[in-house]
Protein backbone atom coordinates (compact mmCIF):
# COMPACT_ATOMS: atom_id res chain seq x y z
CA UNK A 1 0.00 0.00 0.00
CA UNK A 2 1.35 3.32 -1.08
CA UNK A 3 2.19 5.73 2.15
CA UNK A 4 0.72 9.40 1.70
CA UNK A 5 3.71 12.06 1.91
CA UNK A 6 5.10 12.89 5.59
CA UNK A 7 3.99 15.99 7.02
CA UNK A 8 6.86 18.18 9.04
CA UNK A 9 7.66 19.35 12.30
CA UNK A 10 9.56 22.54 11.79
CA UNK A 11 9.27 23.76 15.60
CA UNK A 12 7.68 22.75 18.68
CA UNK A 13 7.54 23.67 22.04
CA UNK A 14 5.99 22.71 25.82
CA UNK A 15 5.11 24.15 28.89
CA UNK A 16 5.16 21.40 31.06
CA UNK A 17 6.01 19.89 34.84
CA UNK A 18 9.84 18.82 33.22
CA UNK A 19 12.48 21.60 33.18
CA UNK A 20 15.37 20.63 30.44
CA UNK A 21 17.61 21.86 32.73
CA UNK A 22 19.55 20.15 35.04
CA UNK A 23 19.69 22.55 38.00
CA UNK A 24 15.87 22.38 37.89
CA UNK A 25 13.80 20.85 41.37
CA UNK A 26 12.70 17.66 41.47
CA UNK A 27 9.33 17.03 40.60
CA UNK A 28 6.21 17.57 43.40
CA UNK A 29 4.58 14.08 43.08
CA UNK A 30 2.07 13.13 42.71
CA UNK A 31 0.89 16.27 41.10
CA UNK A 32 2.76 17.80 38.93
CA UNK A 33 2.18 21.31 37.44
CA UNK A 34 3.56 23.43 34.93
CA UNK A 35 6.66 25.40 35.15
CA UNK A 36 5.82 28.65 34.19
CA UNK A 37 7.75 31.23 32.33
CA UNK A 38 7.13 35.06 32.40
CA UNK A 39 4.70 35.38 30.35
CA UNK A 40 5.59 39.21 29.49
CA UNK A 41 8.15 37.80 27.01
CA UNK A 42 5.24 35.87 25.20
CA UNK A 43 2.12 38.00 25.47
CA UNK A 44 1.14 41.32 25.06
CA UNK A 45 0.61 42.49 29.14
CA UNK A 46 -2.77 43.75 28.06
CA UNK A 47 -4.06 40.58 27.28
CA UNK A 48 -2.44 38.81 30.42
CA UNK A 49 -4.87 40.65 32.34
CA UNK A 50 -7.42 38.98 31.47
CA UNK A 51 -6.38 35.24 30.81
CA UNK A 52 -6.30 32.50 33.12
CA UNK A 53 -3.13 30.20 33.83
CA UNK A 54 -3.89 27.78 31.01
CA UNK A 55 -5.14 30.15 28.60
CA UNK A 56 -1.17 31.82 29.49
CA UNK A 57 0.47 28.35 29.42
CA UNK A 58 -0.93 27.69 25.83
CA UNK A 59 -0.67 30.94 24.49
CA UNK A 60 3.02 31.51 25.43
CA UNK A 61 3.71 27.81 24.26
CA UNK A 62 2.02 28.69 20.82
CA UNK A 63 4.09 31.46 20.49
CA UNK A 64 7.58 30.12 21.70
CA UNK A 65 7.00 27.41 18.63
CA UNK A 66 6.06 29.95 16.27
CA UNK A 67 9.11 31.80 17.14
CA UNK A 68 11.31 28.88 16.67
CA UNK A 69 9.85 28.34 13.37
CA UNK A 70 10.54 31.99 12.58
CA UNK A 71 6.68 32.03 11.32
CA UNK A 72 4.70 34.98 12.47
CA UNK A 73 1.23 34.12 10.60
CA UNK A 74 0.21 30.08 10.71
CA UNK A 75 -1.97 29.65 7.98
CA UNK A 76 -4.39 27.16 10.42
CA UNK A 77 -4.51 27.01 14.53
CA UNK A 78 -5.76 23.78 15.23
CA UNK A 79 -6.28 22.93 19.52
CA UNK A 80 -7.14 19.83 21.54
CA UNK A 81 -7.69 19.97 25.02
CA UNK A 82 -10.09 18.18 27.05
CA UNK A 83 -10.89 20.08 30.34
CA UNK A 84 -10.75 23.76 28.49
CA UNK A 85 -10.64 26.77 30.75
CA UNK A 86 -11.69 25.67 34.28
CA UNK A 87 -10.11 28.04 36.28
CA UNK A 88 -12.49 30.70 34.23
CA UNK A 89 -15.53 27.89 34.24
CA UNK A 90 -14.79 27.28 38.10
CA UNK A 91 -14.98 31.11 38.75
CA UNK A 92 -18.03 32.31 36.71
CA UNK A 93 -19.97 28.60 38.69
CA UNK A 94 -18.94 30.06 41.90
CA UNK A 95 -19.89 33.80 41.26
CA UNK A 96 -23.27 32.24 40.37
CA UNK A 97 -23.67 30.57 43.53
CA UNK A 98 -22.42 33.43 45.12
CA UNK A 99 -23.70 36.19 44.11
CA UNK A 100 -27.40 34.37 43.56
CA UNK A 101 -27.09 34.74 39.44
CA UNK A 102 -26.78 38.61 39.61
CA UNK A 103 -24.22 41.09 38.78
CA UNK A 104 -21.96 38.15 37.03
CA UNK A 105 -18.96 39.71 35.30
CA UNK A 106 -18.37 38.55 31.54
CA UNK A 107 -14.71 38.18 31.29
CA UNK A 108 -14.77 34.69 33.39
CA UNK A 109 -17.42 33.38 31.69
CA UNK A 110 -16.45 34.78 27.56
CA UNK A 111 -12.81 32.79 28.59
CA UNK A 112 -14.58 29.83 29.97
CA UNK A 113 -15.12 27.77 26.65
CA UNK A 114 -12.82 25.28 25.32
CA UNK A 115 -11.93 27.50 22.28
CA UNK A 116 -10.43 30.13 24.38
CA UNK A 117 -6.80 29.38 23.68
CA UNK A 118 -7.21 28.96 19.94
CA UNK A 119 -8.82 32.92 20.14
CA UNK A 120 -6.63 34.27 22.01
CA UNK A 121 -3.28 33.12 19.85
CA UNK A 122 -5.24 34.37 16.89
CA UNK A 123 -6.42 37.59 18.50
CA UNK A 124 -2.45 37.89 19.64
CA UNK A 125 -0.97 37.20 16.13
CA UNK A 126 -4.10 39.02 14.23
CA UNK A 127 -4.53 35.84 12.52
CA UNK A 128 -7.87 35.30 10.52
CA UNK A 129 -6.74 31.30 8.92
CA UNK A 130 -8.71 28.57 9.82
CA UNK A 131 -9.25 27.73 13.89
CA UNK A 132 -10.65 24.87 15.03
CA UNK A 133 -10.68 23.06 18.69
CA UNK A 134 -11.67 19.68 19.51
CA UNK A 135 -12.71 18.85 22.55
CA UNK A 136 -12.79 14.80 22.33
CA UNK A 137 -11.99 13.61 25.81
CA UNK A 138 -8.73 12.26 25.46
CA UNK A 139 -8.47 12.10 21.89
CA UNK A 140 -8.80 16.02 21.65
CA UNK A 141 -4.90 16.99 20.65
CA UNK A 142 -4.98 13.65 18.22
CA UNK A 143 -7.78 14.77 16.87
CA UNK A 144 -6.20 18.31 16.75
CA UNK A 145 -3.20 16.38 14.52
CA UNK A 146 -5.58 14.90 12.41
CA UNK A 147 -7.36 18.17 11.48
CA UNK A 148 -4.01 19.66 10.36
CA UNK A 149 -2.82 16.59 8.46
CA UNK A 150 -5.81 16.72 6.20
CA UNK A 151 -5.55 20.42 6.12
CA UNK A 152 -1.89 20.25 4.64
CA UNK A 153 -2.45 17.28 2.20
CA UNK A 154 -5.69 18.83 1.00
CA UNK A 155 -3.69 22.34 0.05
CA UNK A 156 -5.60 23.98 2.13
CA UNK A 157 -2.85 25.72 4.09
CA UNK A 158 0.83 26.30 3.64
CA UNK A 159 1.36 25.10 7.42
CA UNK A 160 -0.63 24.65 10.63
CA UNK A 161 -0.34 25.39 14.33
CA UNK A 162 -1.22 22.23 16.32
CA UNK A 163 -1.13 22.29 19.92
CA UNK A 164 -2.56 20.18 22.81
CA UNK A 165 -2.91 21.16 26.51
CA UNK A 166 -4.81 20.71 29.61
CA UNK A 167 -4.29 22.00 32.81
CA UNK A 168 -5.17 20.49 36.86
CA UNK A 169 -7.07 22.87 39.23
CA UNK A 170 -7.52 22.58 42.83
CA UNK A 171 -11.22 21.03 42.24
CA UNK A 172 -10.17 19.48 39.68
CA UNK A 173 -7.36 17.18 41.37
CA UNK A 174 -10.26 17.36 44.39
CA UNK A 175 -12.92 15.57 42.03
CA UNK A 176 -10.92 13.50 40.46
CA UNK A 177 -9.19 11.90 43.62
CA UNK A 178 -12.49 10.79 44.63
CA UNK A 179 -12.49 8.73 42.23
CA UNK A 180 -9.19 6.84 42.78
CA UNK A 181 -7.29 8.35 40.43
CA UNK A 182 -4.32 9.34 42.09
CA UNK A 183 -2.35 7.47 44.06
CA UNK A 184 -2.54 8.41 47.65
CA UNK A 185 1.11 9.10 49.01
CA UNK A 186 3.91 10.84 46.85
CA UNK A 187 4.91 7.88 44.98
CA UNK A 188 6.81 7.97 41.85
CA UNK A 189 4.98 7.19 39.05
CA UNK A 190 6.46 4.39 38.34
CA UNK A 191 5.98 2.37 41.02
CA UNK A 192 5.05 -0.66 40.59
CA UNK A 193 1.75 -2.60 42.01
CA UNK A 194 -0.08 0.78 43.21
CA UNK A 195 -3.44 1.53 42.08
CA UNK A 196 -3.63 5.19 40.80
CA UNK A 197 -1.44 7.47 39.43
CA UNK A 198 0.34 11.15 39.41
CA UNK A 199 -1.59 14.15 38.24
CA UNK A 200 -0.14 15.80 35.70
CA UNK A 201 -0.84 18.78 32.91
CA UNK A 202 0.90 20.84 30.22
CA UNK A 203 0.30 22.17 26.64
CA UNK A 204 2.54 21.51 23.59
CA UNK A 205 2.59 23.44 20.55
CA UNK A 206 3.97 22.28 17.16
CA UNK A 207 4.39 23.60 13.70
CA UNK A 208 3.60 21.36 10.86
CA UNK A 209 4.38 21.40 6.80
CA UNK A 210 3.69 19.72 3.90
CA UNK A 211 7.30 20.69 3.15
CA UNK A 212 11.02 20.02 4.50
CA UNK A 213 12.79 22.70 5.23
CA UNK A 214 16.79 23.33 7.00
CA UNK A 215 14.22 23.81 10.53
CA UNK A 216 12.71 20.16 9.99
CA UNK A 217 12.89 18.32 13.37
CA UNK A 218 10.91 15.68 12.55
CA UNK A 219 8.28 13.89 10.57
CA UNK A 220 5.06 12.93 11.41
CA UNK A 221 4.05 9.87 9.70
CA UNK A 222 0.42 8.43 10.94
CA UNK A 223 -1.52 8.94 13.53
CA UNK A 224 -4.52 6.78 14.72
CA UNK A 225 -7.05 6.58 17.20
CA UNK A 226 -9.11 3.69 18.66
CA UNK A 227 -12.23 3.77 21.43
CA UNK A 228 -11.86 0.97 23.41
CA UNK A 229 -10.59 -1.57 21.60
CA UNK A 230 -10.71 -4.98 22.51
CA UNK A 231 -7.11 -6.39 21.03
CA UNK A 232 -4.72 -3.53 21.37
CA UNK A 233 -1.50 -5.65 19.90
CA UNK A 234 -3.50 -6.35 16.84
CA UNK A 235 -4.94 -2.84 16.10
CA UNK A 236 -0.68 -2.00 16.49
CA UNK A 237 0.29 -4.67 14.18
CA UNK A 238 -2.01 -3.45 11.28
CA UNK A 239 -0.70 -0.21 12.07
CA UNK A 240 2.36 -0.66 11.38
CA UNK A 241 1.28 -2.76 8.15
CA UNK A 242 -0.42 0.21 6.82
CA UNK A 243 2.58 1.92 7.20
CA UNK A 244 4.92 -0.65 5.21
CA UNK A 245 6.60 -1.06 8.75
CA UNK A 246 7.57 -4.21 10.27
CA UNK A 247 8.02 -4.35 14.03
CA UNK A 248 11.92 -4.22 13.84
CA UNK A 249 11.71 -1.01 12.36
CA UNK A 250 10.55 1.18 15.18
CA UNK A 251 13.75 1.93 17.49
CA UNK A 252 11.62 3.22 20.24
CA UNK A 253 7.99 2.77 21.90
CA UNK A 254 7.85 5.69 23.89
CA UNK A 255 4.63 4.54 25.97
CA UNK A 256 2.13 6.09 28.50
CA UNK A 257 2.54 4.03 31.89
CA UNK A 258 1.74 5.86 34.41
CA UNK A 259 2.37 3.54 37.47
CA UNK A 260 -1.57 2.75 37.68
CA UNK A 261 -1.22 -1.11 37.86
CA UNK A 262 -5.05 -1.21 36.45
CA UNK A 263 -3.28 -0.41 33.22
CA UNK A 264 0.04 -0.69 32.83
CA UNK A 265 -0.38 -4.39 31.89
CA UNK A 266 -2.00 -2.97 28.32
CA UNK A 267 1.14 -1.45 27.31
CA UNK A 268 3.21 -4.78 28.62
CA UNK A 269 0.76 -6.81 25.94
CA UNK A 270 1.26 -4.80 23.24
CA UNK A 271 5.20 -4.46 23.54
CA UNK A 272 5.26 -8.47 24.17
CA UNK A 273 2.91 -9.34 21.17
CA UNK A 274 3.20 -6.34 18.51
CA UNK A 275 6.51 -4.70 19.48
CA UNK A 276 8.85 -8.37 21.35
CA UNK A 277 12.29 -6.52 22.13
CA UNK A 278 11.66 -3.43 21.05
CA UNK A 279 13.05 -0.62 23.55
CA UNK A 280 10.60 1.15 25.32
CA UNK A 281 10.48 4.65 27.68
CA UNK A 282 7.64 6.37 29.67
CA UNK A 283 7.20 9.86 29.54
CA UNK A 284 4.37 10.08 31.83
CA UNK A 285 6.89 10.47 35.30
CA UNK A 286 8.08 13.99 33.50
CA UNK A 287 4.50 15.55 32.89
CA UNK A 288 1.95 13.17 34.55
CA UNK A 289 -1.42 12.09 33.36
CA UNK A 290 -4.13 13.85 31.56
CA UNK A 291 -6.14 13.36 28.59
CA UNK A 292 -3.98 15.24 26.19
CA UNK A 293 -0.40 13.58 27.60
CA UNK A 294 -0.10 12.55 23.97
CA UNK A 295 1.28 16.06 22.97
CA UNK A 296 3.78 16.13 25.46
CA UNK A 297 5.06 12.75 24.30
CA UNK A 298 5.10 14.11 21.15
CA UNK A 299 7.73 17.21 22.07
CA UNK A 300 9.28 14.74 23.98
CA UNK A 301 9.68 12.17 20.93
CA UNK A 302 10.57 15.47 18.95
CA UNK A 303 13.40 16.44 21.07
CA UNK A 304 15.13 12.87 20.57
CA UNK A 305 14.97 12.64 17.12
CA UNK A 306 16.57 15.99 16.63
CA UNK A 307 19.35 15.23 19.14
CA UNK A 308 18.07 17.80 21.42
CA UNK A 309 18.62 17.74 25.15
CA UNK A 310 16.94 14.69 26.70
CA UNK A 311 16.18 13.80 30.52
CA UNK A 312 19.17 11.61 31.45
CA UNK A 313 18.40 7.87 31.60
CA UNK A 314 15.24 8.14 29.64
CA UNK A 315 16.47 6.29 27.07
CA UNK A 316 17.72 2.22 26.80
CA UNK A 317 21.08 2.18 26.84
CA UNK A 318 21.20 0.79 23.11
CA UNK A 319 24.06 2.79 22.07
CA UNK A 320 21.98 4.01 18.87
CA UNK A 321 19.46 7.19 18.18
CA UNK A 322 15.99 6.23 17.70
CA UNK A 323 14.91 7.66 13.80
CA UNK A 324 11.56 6.10 14.50
CA UNK A 325 9.97 6.55 17.45
CA UNK A 326 6.35 4.74 17.99
CA UNK A 327 3.92 6.43 20.90
CA UNK A 328 1.21 4.33 22.14
CA UNK A 329 -0.72 6.34 25.22
CA UNK A 330 -4.20 4.99 26.35
CA UNK A 331 -6.39 7.11 28.81
CA UNK A 332 -7.83 4.86 31.45
CA UNK A 333 -8.35 2.15 28.54
CA UNK A 334 -11.19 3.82 26.79
CA UNK A 335 -8.88 6.48 24.52
CA UNK A 336 -5.97 4.69 22.76
CA UNK A 337 -3.58 6.24 20.36
CA UNK A 338 -1.16 5.72 18.37
CA UNK A 339 1.37 8.57 16.73
CA UNK A 340 4.12 7.45 14.49
CA UNK A 341 7.36 10.30 14.11
CA UNK A 342 10.48 9.58 12.31
CA UNK A 343 13.90 11.28 11.94
CA UNK A 344 13.85 14.89 9.87
CA UNK B 1 -15.22 63.23 46.06
CA UNK B 2 -11.15 63.20 47.22
CA UNK B 3 -11.71 59.94 48.51
CA UNK B 4 -14.23 58.52 46.48
CA UNK B 5 -12.00 58.44 43.15
CA UNK B 6 -9.18 57.04 45.25
CA UNK B 7 -11.73 54.28 46.31
CA UNK B 8 -12.82 53.75 42.46
CA UNK B 9 -8.79 53.53 41.21
CA UNK B 10 -8.48 50.69 43.45
CA UNK B 11 -11.51 49.20 42.75
CA UNK B 12 -11.14 49.41 38.38
CA UNK B 13 -7.40 48.15 38.79
CA UNK B 14 -8.84 44.83 41.16
CA UNK B 15 -11.62 44.54 38.79
CA UNK B 16 -10.03 44.63 35.99
CA UNK B 17 -6.99 42.80 37.21
CA UNK B 18 -4.52 46.05 35.37
CA UNK B 19 -1.42 44.38 36.85
CA UNK B 20 1.52 47.01 37.32
CA UNK B 21 -0.90 49.80 37.38
CA UNK B 22 -0.95 51.36 40.71
CA UNK B 23 -3.99 53.86 42.24
CA UNK B 24 -1.40 56.89 41.91
CA UNK B 25 -0.67 55.90 37.95
CA UNK B 26 -4.58 56.75 37.25
CA UNK B 27 -4.86 60.57 36.75
CA UNK B 28 -8.04 61.78 37.75
CA UNK B 29 -8.94 63.11 34.46
CA UNK B 30 -6.95 60.62 32.16
CA UNK B 31 -9.40 59.09 29.87
CA UNK B 32 -10.18 55.64 30.76
CA UNK B 33 -10.59 53.83 27.32
CA UNK B 34 -9.03 54.17 23.81
CA UNK B 35 -5.47 56.13 24.22
CA UNK B 36 -5.94 56.40 28.04
CA UNK B 37 -6.17 53.30 30.46
CA UNK B 38 -6.36 51.69 27.31
CA UNK B 39 -9.87 49.99 28.55
CA UNK B 40 -12.25 48.21 26.15
CA UNK B 41 -15.53 47.03 25.69
CA UNK B 42 -15.29 44.37 28.14
CA UNK B 43 -13.94 46.32 30.74
CA UNK B 44 -16.94 49.10 30.39
CA UNK B 45 -19.32 45.53 31.12
CA UNK B 46 -17.05 44.74 33.73
CA UNK B 47 -17.24 48.20 35.29
CA UNK B 48 -20.98 48.57 34.58
CA UNK B 49 -21.29 45.23 37.34
CA UNK B 50 -18.69 47.05 39.49
CA UNK B 51 -21.09 50.23 40.23
CA UNK B 52 -24.18 47.79 40.72
CA UNK B 53 -21.98 45.95 42.82
CA UNK B 54 -20.43 48.20 45.14
CA UNK B 55 -21.99 51.24 44.49
CA UNK B 56 -25.51 50.21 43.93
CA UNK B 57 -25.93 52.19 41.00
CA UNK B 58 -27.55 50.32 37.87
CA UNK B 59 -27.01 52.94 34.94
CA UNK B 60 -30.27 53.21 33.12
CA UNK B 61 -29.52 54.36 29.81
CA UNK B 62 -26.57 52.55 28.51
CA UNK B 63 -25.99 55.39 25.92
CA UNK B 64 -24.55 57.06 28.54
CA UNK B 65 -21.85 55.23 29.25
CA UNK B 66 -18.87 56.68 27.27
CA UNK B 67 -20.02 59.96 29.25
CA UNK B 68 -19.55 58.21 32.49
CA UNK B 69 -16.74 56.38 31.97
CA UNK B 70 -14.78 59.28 30.56
CA UNK B 71 -12.69 59.04 33.79
CA UNK B 72 -12.44 58.46 37.31
CA UNK B 73 -14.04 61.72 38.15
CA UNK B 74 -16.97 61.56 36.10
CA UNK B 75 -17.49 58.09 37.49
CA UNK B 76 -17.74 59.55 40.82
CA UNK B 77 -19.56 62.23 39.58
CA UNK B 78 -22.33 59.97 38.55
CA UNK B 79 -21.87 58.28 41.66
CA UNK B 80 -22.43 61.31 43.91
CA UNK B 81 -25.22 62.38 41.77
CA UNK B 82 -26.91 60.08 41.70
CA UNK B 83 -26.24 58.31 45.11
CA UNK B 84 -27.77 61.43 46.55
CA UNK B 85 -30.98 61.28 44.59
CA UNK B 86 -31.67 57.42 45.26
Request: net charge negative; charged share 20%.
Given at each position: ??????????????????????TS???P?????????????????????????V??IG????????RE????M????LT????????????FL???V???E??????????????????????LL?????N?????????????????????????A??A?VG?????????Y????????????????T?????G???????A?????P???P?????LL????????E???????V???????A???????????N????Y?G??D??????L?S?????F????G?????????????????????????????TGV???????????Y???????????? | ????????????????N?Q?????????D??????G?????????E???????H?G?????????PK???????????????????
Open positions: MPTPPPIYLNASASISPYALEEPPLYPRLRCIEPDYKDFIDPRMIRRMSRVKTAAAVACLAGVDPGAIGTTYGCLEDTEQHKMAQNEMLTPTAFIQSTHNTIGAQIALQCHAYNTYAHRAFSFEHALLDAVLLLREKEPNLGLDEITDVLCVLSRFDLYKPAADHAADASETIAGEGAFFLLSEKTATTAQDVATFYKPNMPERVAFLQKNNLASDIDLLLWGKGDSRDLYAVAEHAPIPAAGKQLCEYPTAAAFATWLAVQILSGKTIPKGLLPNLPKKILIYNHFNIHHSLILLGGP | MESLMQDLKAKIIVQLLDVSPEQIGDQPLFMELGLDSIDALLIVMLQQYIRIANPEDGIFQSVRTIAEYITAHQKTA
